[in-house]
């Protein structure tokens, strides 16, 4: 179900597009969906894909070196056996 503050994928002559949802109006013959920044009014199957929403909004990407990714993976394997050595 579609809500007030998702984000939705559109498609439309000029291609694809991320728009946030800003109101649902619920009618007996489909929802309708007011988006930001849009004058129009659109049906459920204008939208392709709801975006599923990020528990947090802070994603990054780190590029490492070899002995950096090495370090990483061992803290990593250390904690998961002092973990199960624990049970």
């Known amino acids: 179900m579609i809500k007030a503050g998702d984000k939705v994928v559109l498609e439309n002559n000029l291609g694809k597009s991320i728009v946030e949802v800003e109101e649902v109006?619920?009618?007996v013959v489909?929802?309708?969906y007011k988006l930001k920044d849009r004058n129009?009014?659109?049906f459920e199957d204008?939208?392709?894909e709801i975006l599923p929403e990020k528990k947090n909004g802070l994603y990054v990407t780190v590029k490492l070196d070899?002995?950096?990714i090495k370090?990483?993976?061992d803290a990593i394997i250390k904690s998961v056996c002092d973990a199960t050595d624990r049970k």
Do not use: A, V
Request: glycine share 6%; no cysteine.
């Open 46 to 48: 204008d939208i392709i």
């Open 25 to 27: 109006i619920e009618t």
């Open 30 to 32: 489909g929802n309708f």
């Open 71 to 73: 370090m990483i993976r």
């Open 66 to 68: 070899p002995d950096s």
């Open 40 to 42: 129009s009014l659109y």
